[in-house]
């Protein structure tokens, strides 16, 4: 069954500490891939997305994710992360024969001041 | 803002009873999609529709049913509802089928929706 794995549900950081997510998809064919975020209280924002060609793309608050195919992985960074990144992170895939999004579990940010 | 807006917003009832959940898409998309968030299921993917006609299913449940109008605003009907319904229920909207590329996928706000 296709599935989207998120490995960290909570991780807690230190203001300009980096950040990794991780994130890893089962589907063998071709997929969109997307990071939304969720800040407390809202609805889901993208962050980025990938649909081809460079697999290091970037998104909006100086986050970035990098495809690797061989490793199915999507993982998500930023150099250094401020309070206002306090949310729940989400990966989610769009299998290439559909158009429903498969979300990961979501990983919950808490970035101390 | 993403532009897509959902009603109620919160919505309180008892089990056993019937409610719908109102989305309206963004301008000029033609699909909806409904997604249910819960502690443990986590954002599942519910049902498609693509300019007034079913696209895709997902784990939807046979007491919940869908529509798109020709307006193409949804509704999301949940009936003999139990206490494990209880969830945020997101409306989301893209411009295409979305089966094709480049396809993203505005979300609402949400409907809380609380069974007791």
């Known amino acids: 069954a296709q599935s989207v794995s998120q490995h960290n549900h909570h991780v807690i950081l230190s203001e300009a500490a980096s950040l990794e997510l991780g994130c890893n998809y089962s589907y063998g064919g071709t997929v969109n891939l997307f990071w939304y975020v969720q800040y407390p209280g809202q609805h889901l924002q993208l962050l980025l997305k990938?649909?081809?060609?460079?697999?290091l793309v970037k998104g909006i608050k100086g986050f970035e994710a990098e495809f690797i195919k061989s490793k199915f992985s999507f993982n998500l960074r930023k150099p250094s992360v401020q309070w206002s990144d306090t949310a729940e992170y989400f990966c989610a895939v769009r299998p290439g024969n559909t158009g429903k999004l498969i979300f990961g579990q979501g990983t919950t940010l808490q970035v101390k001041p | 803002d993403s532009g897509v807006t959902q009603t109620p917003k919160h919505l309180i009832t008892a089990t056993g009873q019937r409610v719908t959940l109102r989305c309206s898409p963004r301008?000029?998309?033609?699909?909806v999609y409904w997604y249910q968030q819960s502690l443990d299921q986590g954002l599942q993917f519910l049902i498609q529709?693509?300019?007034?006609?079913?696209?895709a299913k997902g784990n939807i449940l046979e007491r919940f049913s869908a529509q798109q109008f020709p307006d193409l605003h949804s509704e999301l009907n949940l009936s003999s509802l139990e206490l494990g319904d209880s969830a945020l229920y997101f409306c989301?909207?893209?411009?295409?089928?979305?089966?094709?590329?480049?396809?993203?996928?505005?979300f609402g706000p949400g409907t809380r929706l609380t069974v007791l």
């Open positions: 989301a909207s893209s411009v295409n089928e979305g089966r094709t590329s480049y396809n993203e996928q505005f």
């Open positions: 529709y693509y300019n007034g006609e079913e696209r």
């Open positions: 990938y649909f081809s060609g460079d697999p």
């Open positions: 301008s000029g998309d033609l699909s």
